[in-house]
């Protein structure tokens, strides 16, 4: 299957926004946009796609800064894990607190993920996996040989579990029974930095168990 898949890096927290769907279809979906909601539609136009759906991996203030503007501007739907509704309800008050200068109006749900779920989109089969941890409604978003694992997991890192719904030994959970079992070729992409690979953050990264540093 020939896709279309590029990483447009938004927001003042700099989150790597992914747009995703078949080549010759004319409809895509956004993955976590945290900003320049202007550039992401002349993106959009320059590619002569239609934006349906925006599928987050969670509702943290810094990954769904566009999320509102965007469905009021092409229609689209915002569908999120049920655990972080309350993210979402927070998220102004958050972006003042992490130094975002402006925060809009907040994003409506209009629909709730599940661990398992295979989504089909934009001509994509997208599967849900549900990683607790950093947030109580992260999930990870997979596509053939391809994850975005959102601030779950980094290349050499993983995500912060200080704030409000983080819980470090789920997180590491999360990572282990539910990423760490696929295989070693599939490419992660974080929410935030470069992409990696299973395998590498498999043997080199040092919070995980059985990591070791290079």
Do not use: Y
């Amino acid at each position: 299957m020939n896709i279309v898949h590029e990483v447009v890096v938004t927001g003042p927290l700099q989150v790597n926004t992914h747009i995703l769907g078949q080549a010759d279809g004319d409809e895509v979906i956004l993955m976590d946009p945290g900003g320049e909601v202007d550039q992401l539609l002349q993106r959009l136009k320059k590619l002569g796609k239609r934006l349906t759906h925006i599928v987050n991996t969670h509702g943290h203030a810094d990954h769904i800064g566009a999320v509102a503007r965007l469905q009021q501007l092409t229609g689209c739907q915002f569908w999120l894990h049920d655990g972080d509704r309350e993210q979402v309800a927070k998220a102004a008050r958050d972006a003042m607190s992490w130094g975002m200068s402006s925060f809009g109006p907040l994003p409506r749900i209009d629909r709730t993920l599940e661990h398992g779920e295979q989504l089909q989109l934009a001509g994509m089969v997208i599967e849900v996996i549900h990683t607790p941890g950093h947030t109580q409604g992260g999930v990870c978003l997979r596509w053939q040989d391809e994850i975005a694992t959102g601030d779950t997991l980094f290349a050499n890192s993983i995500g912060r579990t200080d704030l409000l719904g983080g819980n470090h030994s789920q997180l590491l959970q999360s990572i282990r029974d539910r990423l760490l079992s696929l295989p070693d070729r599939v490419i992660c992409h974080p929410g935030h930095g470069p992409s990696t690979t299973i395998g590498r953050e498999r043997r080199f990264n040092p919070f995980l168990s059985d990591g070791e540093e290079e």
